[in-house]
């Protein structure tokens, strides 16, 4: 008998595996926002290299090697063009939604729930930052390892065939390399057993073997190349507090899409007794709806079970690595959600339970119409620090990004009402200027740094003194300079180290001491050697004094990135010329030629200097030759 290439099931898997792109096609012409251009450009995890993303930390901070070189690999082909890394998202994110829909199939025996699970996942906002963003392909990436993991560890089960334990094996150790908080989900594991095997303690014991190598085998890469996490120091109130927060905000996301929980990236949103009992009720409504899915059905219940452990290392109980809760992180738990979504909805529709299928189908609708409209938010690095900043007044990293974006646009006093509004909240007074002249650095108390606790995972002063600094940028563009100084020294108090307010600082006052800028401009410099804006300003200033060597010390590593500007290529010339190296500096001119903003009249100037430079050198006389 011809077996049929297109199934009813086939179909429907093509089906979700077009939507899943289909929705996302927006995010396709989207640019590299935030932290994206670091790991485009290899420096997110030391150097684009393999090597590299083994062996370097991801962002500094996370052990997540396979994320890292999974942009190597994409850097092969994309040359640094986002909409290459935007597809790799974009495909890992819809053949999730077919493994999901495989999942469920594999659980609950049923078609109909596959496919409505998929569908859940394919269009549940949760996975929006982790798939529209580049930089939530750590998110995405593990999600996709997760869901495989899964479905071959039943696969195994049922058909006993140890090719599915090799897959879920390596599932498992590739999810955990993307995202380590993947590891949670190893009491999955032995719990298998009882629920699809043997139920023999021995069995589950044994399966846990190979698992367990894999476990040992990303500690020992995570004790070379990572940082020990570092986690909050929280009372015990102040930790179920905070835990119940997180669940509100989580909670609201999976189950009443909205756009506040799609772009809350601090729990300050869902502050205030009403919130804390909102998430205390879902607490205690998932632990019902668990214990009746376990007596049930405990195929489904595992899957709550898998929800559960990858939700716990983000649920803020206790809370490591950070406070931070921005949405996406909750990625990987939307997995098994969207398992357990689909199963409930299709159980629904063929038992003609309409009435508790409208919560579902509502659900579905909503998740439609948040996702569809969260994707526009990701397209350009303008539109999320706009919509972030209005959705979360308190999100620093935000705010700051959109009153610099306001700034650029020169829409200065907007942007110093930004700033203002962000520094009245941290320092709790509106008179957070003269609490820092007052107090110097004493003005860190306790609560500010707890309030920027909650949104860097660490009270970084350098934050909060840029934000400080751009304040004083503002003013400063409204011609109020005095004012402006004066808060760039209030930053400077706060964080005297940072190159970014040391160079902003010494450009706002080099025209009225002109000593004391070069001063901060070597401070920038000293922390931040690769600081080229900082280099062209310095170097500058020191054609002008005559040291012209150093000048093209500090020129030359930096023209790749400010060469844009034929100026830094005319003062490269200029250093040259008094270095008396003219093929050198006629070499700079022609590439001041090339720059996007040329002043002709300038490389006409110097290169007339260098002809009349040359006609001054007389040739050395010639020596005779021939016989004595």
């Known amino acids: 008998m011809e077996r049929r290439l297109f199934t009813g099931w086939r179909i429907a898997l093509l089906t979700i595996f077009s939507l899943s792109i289909y929705i996302y096609l927006p995010s396709l012409m989207g640019g590299a926002i935030w932290d994206d251009t670091e790991l485009i450009s290899g420096l997110g995890f030391g150097k684009n290299t393999l090597l590299s993303a083994f062996t370097h930390p991801f962002l500094k901070i996370y052990f997540r090697p396979l994320t890292s070189a999974s942009f190597v690999m994409d850097s092969s082909f994309a040359r640094s063009t986002p909409f290459f890394y935007h597809q790799t998202n974009m495909l890992l994110h819809a053949f999730t939604a077919v493994l999901i829909a495989c999942l469920t199939l594999a659980v609950t025996k049923k078609q109909l729930a596959g496919v409505l699970a998929g569908l859940f996942f394919a269009t549940q906002p949760v996975q929006v930052d982790a798939t529209a963003w580049i930089g939530g392909r750590t998110d995405v990436l593990s999600s996709f390892f997760l869901a495989a993991f899964m479905l071959s560890l039943v696969l195994y089960h049922q058909t006993a065939k140890k090719p599915w334990l090799v897959c879920s094996v390596i599932a498992f150790f590739l999810g955990a390399i993307s995202k380590e908080q993947a590891l949670a989900i190893f009491p999955a594991i032995p719990l298998s057993v009882y629920v699809f095997g043997s139920r023999k303690s021995s069995d589950a014991w044994r399966l846990c073997i190979p698992f367990g190598v894999a476990v040992v085998l990303f500690v020992g890469m995570w004790a070379i190349c990572a940082p020990f996490p570092s986690g909050a120091l929280n009372s015990v109130i102040d930790t179920i507090t905070v835990a119940l927060r997180t669940a509100a905000l989580y909670g609201s996301a999976f189950f009443v899409p909205h756009d506040r929980s799609l772009l809350s990236w601090t729990l300050e949103n869902y502050k205030g007794p009403l919130w804390i009992a909102i998430g205390a009720f879902l607490v205690a409504g998932s632990a019902t709806l668990f214990l009746y899915t376990w007596k049930r059905n405990r195929a489904l219940g595992w899957l709550a079970i898998c929800a559960l452990l ?87 990293a935000g705010v700051t990004h959109y009153a610099e974006g306001l700034n650029s646009q020169n829409k200065w006093k907007e942007s110093y009402q930004w700033s203002d509004g962000l520094l009245t909240w941290v320092f709790g007074t509106k008179q957070w200027q003269a609490l820092i002249e007052d107090k110097k650095t004493g003005a860190l108390s306790a609560d500010v740094k707890e309030r920027m606790h909650s949104n860097s995972g660490k009270p970084d002063p350098r934050i909060l003194g840029y934000v400080v600094s751009l304040a004083g940028a503002s003013l400063a563009d409204q011609n109020q300079k005095p ?27 080099v025209k009225t001491d002109r000593k004391e800028a070069m001063r901060h401009w070597e401070m920038a410099l000293k922390v931040s050697p690769k600081f080229p804006v900082c280099a062209a300003a310095l170097a500058h200033e020191r054609i002008i004094d005559g040291n012209y060597a150093d000048a093209v010390r500090l020129l030359e590593p930096s023209m790749d990135a400010i060469g844009w500007n034929s100026d830094s290529w005319i003062d490269l010339a200029d250093a040259k010329i008094g270095l008396q190296d003219y093929t050198g500096a006629s070499a700079a001119l022609d590439q001041a030629e090339k720059a996007i903003l040329v002043t002709k009249p300038k490389i006409e100037a110097r290169r007339k200097k260098i002809r009349d430079m040359l006609s001054h050198i007389r040739p050395l006389p010639s020596t005779p030759t021939g016989r004595a």
Request: net charge neutral.
């Open 310 to 396: 990858v939700y716990i290392p983000i649920s803020n109980f206790p809370s490591v690595p950070t406070l931070t809760v921005a949405p996406y992180r909750c990625a990987e738990a939307g997995t098994a959600v969207a398992c357990l979504l689909g199963a409930g909805f299709a159980w629904t529709v063929t038992s003609k339970k309409w009435l508790l299928a409208i919560p579902f189908a509502a659900n579905l609708v909503a998740g439609v119409v948040v996702t569809l409209w969260g994707i526009h938010v990701w397209t350009s690095e303008l539109n999320f620090f706009d919509e972030a900043a209005h959705t979360d007044h308190h999100f620093i």
């Open 483 to 509: 004012q402006a100084i004066q808060l760039y020294k209030d930053a400077l108090v706060i964080a005297p180290t940072d190159p970014r307010i040391n160079f902003a600082y010494g450009k706002l006052i």
